[in-house]
């Protein structure tokens, strides 16, 4: 399984980008799963379906399922911090790539997504500057990065090219089990 992060200030693209991406791996017989962070009171159920209503009363897991899709909700009775490599180890072993959306701390390898500021708003700092973790930068202005780089620069309106090098560099995104084995135990 190849794991690769999607870094980037709120409303940069980094969804978009993402989302554009799925299908041209897709394209190339890859399957793909996405961990993506949320805030911390979301949800996916409805009130009043059987499901809620199982959360509601006290369920500490509940899996719904139908022929197509499952879903696992899971409640935690206290606030607790799980790592992406938590999220990774709960993920179908089956597929080829995952992307890794709003973890950017993390210590994964990592495309950092910088959309130029629109005219009269101010710029967002960049984070490959001191991120070792940032393996390339994915732009829609290379010549507006506010600090040089080395990196590969990406364009971020081409998704197929961004999806033709992350296929030819697969080798360096590969995830180490070993690196995480305490999660995956």
């Known amino acids: 399984m190849k794991v690769v992060g999607f870094a980037g200030f709120s409303g940069c693209g980094k969804t978009t980008l993402v989302e554009k991406l799925i299908p041209e791996l897709r394209m190339q017989g ?13 949800d996916i159920d409805h009130v009043g379906k059987d499901t809620w209503r199982h959360r509601e009363a006290g369920a500490f897991e509940v899996v719904v399922a139908s022929d197509r899709r499952l879903a696992l909700m899971r409640e935690f009775e206290q606030p607790g911090h799980l790592s992406v490599h938590h999220l990774l180890a709960e993920l179908y072993d089956g597929v080829d790539w995952v992307f890794v959306e709003g973890f950017k701390e993390s210590d994964l390898p990592k495309i950092e997504v910088w959309r130029a500021p629109a005219p009269g708003s101010a710029r967002h700092a ?40 992350l296929l030819a560099q697969n080798t360096r995104f590969e995830y180490d089990w070993n690196l995480h084995g305490e999660v995956a135990s």
């Open 30 to 42: 890859q399957r793909v799963s996405v961990v993506k962070h949320a805030h911390h009171k979301f």
């Open 126 to 165: 960049v984070r490959y500057d001191s991120d070792d973790f940032v393996v390339a930068v994915a732009t829609d202005a290379p010549a507006q990065l506010p600090t040089p780089t080395g990196l590969p620069i990406l364009d971020l309106n081409a998704p197929d090219q961004i999806a033709a090098w």
